[in-house]
Structure formats: C-alpha cells, structure tokens
C-alpha cells in the first residue's frame, strides 16, 4: 500500500493520504466521521460530470460551485473538496507557484479530459507548469470492478499534460474490492455514503 493512514482507537483506517503530495491532503473512508470537517473552511464542487474547472479563493468559503467537477485555488486557507464512490479523484500540488487542484473524475468527465483540462487551467490562471506539479489519483473504482479503466484514462491524461511519471502516485486501492474501507456506487447502489476528498496550499 502506498498510501499512510491515520487510524482510530479501534485500527481502523480514517484518513488516506498519499507520501507524494506535500500539502495538507487526505480521502477520507467508511470510518471517518464528517463531523470533524469544518465545512466553513472549504469550497466543494456542485459534481454534474461535467469538465467545468473553477477558480477559487476566500471569497468562495462554505460555497458549493455550480456546474463544476473540478476546483483550483492559489489561495492559502482554502480547502478544495470533493465526493466520490467510485469516481476518480485526482490531486495536484504545484509546490513551486504555489497551488492547489482537486478533480472529480467520472466516465464522463474522464472522456471530456477534464485532469487535463485541469492541469492546463491552473497553467493559464497561475502560471503552474506540468514539470514542477505532483499528482494522486486516489482510491476509486479499478478495472477488476469496472468495464472502463478510468485510472488508466487519468494517468494517461497527467502524463500526456507533462507531468513526469516518477511525479505521480496511483492508489492500488479498489472501492469496489474493499468494502470495508470505501463506499461503492457500483456495489451498493444510490443510497450509498460518500468519500470527501480535501486539499489546501500549506500556510
């Protein structure tokens, strides 16, 4: 496993992060209770499958974007977040601007290129340069579980944007696989939970 995980009293995991991403990040999982995020710290993303990347900042506090799947800020304390049970969620930490990005990647947003349509706004509006971003791509649904390799699709898309190989991180982790760690759309329907995704810029 390449991730670390917090745990709780009982061993369980709460938290996953990944050793790559050197800004204050994390998934969260079956054990984590939402509670302890302090919403009005965080901007999330209304996630309508679509590729609209928005830019954020303070001003967009406790808001919730609409039409957007993925989110950006060159702000330091503002945390982006997003859902997901299955769909990809893909972190970017340019340390050298500095900033931030989050991407809910599903089927659909995965064939609009919406990880490198991201990648390719934070260059526009920051000034990031592919070379100097680290990425994750998440827990998320594999295709032992999937009739479609989304994690394959994203890779693709980071790499193809510029980002070097050795700079990015791919979670071996299956929601679909690992019931007692993750919520699966796919495996237990609608009513199922959701897994928080956050990222912020170091202070």
Request: hydrophobic share 35%; charged share 25%.
């Given at each position: ?8 009293s009982?061993?369980?995991s ?6 790559l ?8 999982t079956?054990?984590?209770?939402l ?8 901007v999330?993303?209304e996630?309508v499958?679509s590729n ?23 702000e330091?304390?503002?945390?982006l ?23 809910h ?5 995965t ?6 349509k991201?990648?390719?706004t ?14 994750w791509i998440?827990?998320c ?19 193809g ?8 991180e ?18 237990d ?8 995704s956050?990222?912020s810029?170091?202070i």
């Amino acid at each position: 496993m390449t991730e670390k995980a917090s745990k709780t009293s009982k061993g369980s995991s709460e938290l996953l992060t990944s050793k790559l991403i050197k800004a204050p990040h994390y998934i969260t999982t079956r054990g984590f209770d939402l509670n302890k995020i302090d919403f009005r710290q965080v901007v999330t993303a209304e996630q309508v499958h679509s590729n609209r990347v928005a830019v954020v900042g303070k001003t967009d506090l406790s808001k919730t974007i609409p039409g957007a799947d993925a989110l950006i800020t060159a702000e330091k304390e503002v945390a982006l977040a997003v859902r997901t049970a299955d769909c990809v969620p893909v972190f970017l930490y340019d340390d050298k601007t500095p900033a931030v990005g989050l991407v809910h990647a599903g089927w659909r947003g995965t064939a609009m290129n919406i990880t490198a349509k991201t990648l390719r706004t934070m260059e526009k509006e920051f000034g990031s340069r592919p070379e100097d971003v680290k990425a994750w791509i998440g827990p998320c649904i594999k295709a032992c579980c999937y009739d479609c390799d989304l994690v394959e699709l994203n890779l693709y898309q980071l790499i193809g944007s510029g980002i070097e190989a050795e700079r990015v991180e791919v979670s071996p982790l299956c929601t679909g696989c690992e019931q007692s760690l993750f919520y699966s759309y796919r495996r237990d329907g609608s009513g199922t939970g959701r897994l928080y995704s956050l990222i912020s810029i170091p202070i």
